[in-house]
Every structure is written in structure tokens, then in C-alpha cells.
């Protein structure tokens, strides 16, 4: 009997009281650090991604994951309340590169950090991380100079290969390097990062992707500009 009663106890509901200012400035810290974490992200970056759009989720992830942890860290139940939601809803996200992954794994860590009332760790741990991505983007290999991502969409039923869209970039860019290849029945989707040393280049690539013929959709995305 007194196993029973020493069992239930342990998993009642037992909320005790939460500093309002302390939790007030961990929503604070939280959404401080998630910002700064986007422009990071923003700057440094190598996705294919709209950067700016992706990054802006960073605030509510964080502060989200923030908050759920200060509500449930204190009770087993509503922890093992919690892994039952989770069980039920499932979060499906169209993250196609290993970076975005991974700077969402980071959001919600800090979330976890000042959720979990550690301030000074999670700084710590903040701090690092960032440096080691600003470090890394300055010491990386010199293909950070290749400039434009470059999207190609084309319907299957135009019977275009991907050699022929190849051989139609290549006389005009400087370098040219696929980084993905999505296909299916309906449509094949080719992003490259190039190189263009001007405009005039990349008007040809335009022009050259047209005769090929006039349904394919090109897409491009700025990183450093073309001169």
C-alpha cells in the first residue's frame, strides 16, 4: 500500500511556483538569441533556401520549445503527457539540406537551454556554436566564389535531359556545379551553383535555356552579385 501511495505521488502534477520575471527574461534571452542565430544564418548560410524566410521561424521555435519545457520539466506527468502529443502530431517540413536541419536542431536547443532555467551553459554553448560557423565560413575552400543559384524546372513530357540543359550552360559560365536533382513523373527540378563573370553571360544562359525550349522555368537566386 505504501508502495502504491509512494508511486502516485510520484507522478502527480506538481507545479511549483515560477519566478514571473525569471520566465519573463528567459522569453527574452530565448527570442534574443533566436534572432541573432537567423542573421547568422542569413549571412553565412550555403543553402538554396530563401535564407531570410527560413530564418524567421527561428523566434517562434525557439520561444515555443521555451516555453513547453518550463511547463513540463517539473512533472513526470506532463513530460510523459507531452511525448503522447507528440506521438499524435507529426511535423512535416520541406527541409531538403542537412544545414537547415541542423540550425533548427540548434534553435531548438536554446529553447531547451533557457527552458531548463540554464542561462550560463546555453550562452556558453551559443557562443561557440557561432563561432565555429563564423570561422568556418571564412576558412572554407575558395568555391564560396561561385555566385548565383541557379533552378531549372522543366515538365518530363518535353523529354529534356539533364545533359542537354548541361551543355547548354556550359559555353557561358565559368564554373558550373549541380548541388540538386529532383525528379519525378511529372517535372525534374536541377538547382546549380555557377559562376557568371557578367551579365552579358548571363542573358546568354537565359537565352540558350529557351531554345532548348520556351516551357522551362528558370529561377535564380542572388548570393554575391554579378558585376
Known amino acids: 500500500m505504501n508502495q502504491n501511495q509512494t508511486f502516485e505521488q510520484f507522478l502527480q502534477i506538481y507545479a511549483p511556483e515560477i519566478s514571473p520575471w525569471g520566465f519573463l527574461l528567459n522569453l527574452v534571452l530565448t527570442a534574443l538569441y533566436?534572432?541573432?542565430?537567423?542573421?547568422?544564418?542569413?549571412?553565412?548560410?550555403?543553402?538554396?533556401?530563401?535564407?531570410?524566410?527560413?530564418?524567421?521561424n527561428f523566434e517562434l521555435i525557439a520561444v515555443t520549445t521555451m516555453v513547453i519545457i518550463t511547463i513540463v520539466k517539473s512533472s513526470l506527468a506532463l513530460s510523459l503527457g507531452l511525448v503522447g502529443a507528440l506521438s499524435i502530431v507529426r511535423?512535416?517540413?520541406?527541409?531538403?539540406?542537412?544545414?537547415?536541419?541542423?540550425?533548427?536542431?540548434?534553435?531548438?536547443?536554446?529553447?531547451?537551454?533557457?527552458?531548463a532555467d540554464q542561462r550560463i551553459v546555453t550562452t556558453i554553448g551559443f557562443l561557440f556554436v557561432l563561432s565555429v560557423i563564423v570561422l568556418k565560413y571564412y576558412i572554407k575552400p575558395s568555391d564560396s566564389t561561385k555566385n548565383l543559384n541557379f533552378t531549372i524546372l522543366?515538365?518530363?513530357?518535353?523529354?529534356?535531359?539533364?545533359?542537354?540543359?548541361?551543355?547548354?550552360?556550359?559555353?557561358?559560365?565559368?564554373?558550373l556545379e549541380l548541388k540538386r536533382l529532383d525528379e519525378n513523373k511529372d517535372f525534374m527540378e536541377a538547382s546549380f551553383l555557377v559562376e557568371f563573370s557578367n551579365f552579358k553571360?548571363?542573358?546568354?544562359?537565359?537565352?540558350?535555356?529557351?531554345?532548348?525550349?520556351?516551357?522551362?522555368q528558370i529561377n535564380f537566386l542572388d548570393q554575391k552579385g554579378i558585376i
Do not use: W
Not at 94 to 112: D, H, N, S, V, Y
Not at 155 to 175: G, R, V, Y
Open 154 to 175: 522543366a515538365e518530363n513530357s518535353l523529354n529534356i535531359s539533364l545533359d542537354t540543359i548541361i551543355q547548354s550552360l556550359l559555353p557561358h559560365c565559368k564554373a
Open 34 to 56: 533566436a534572432y541573432v542565430l537567423g542573421v547568422v544564418y542569413a549571412k553565412y548560410g550555403n543553402t538554396l533556401s530563401n535564407k531570410k524566410m527560413f530564418a524567421s
Open 91 to 115: 511535423f512535416r517540413a520541406a527541409i531538403k539540406e542537412p544545414q537547415e536541419l541542423a540550425f533548427i536542431f540548434f534553435t531548438i536547443a536554446i529553447g531547451l537551454g533557457f527552458g
Open 201 to 216: 553571360d548571363l542573358n546568354a544562359a537565359r537565352t540558350a535555356l529557351h531554345d532548348i525550349n520556351d516551357s522551362i
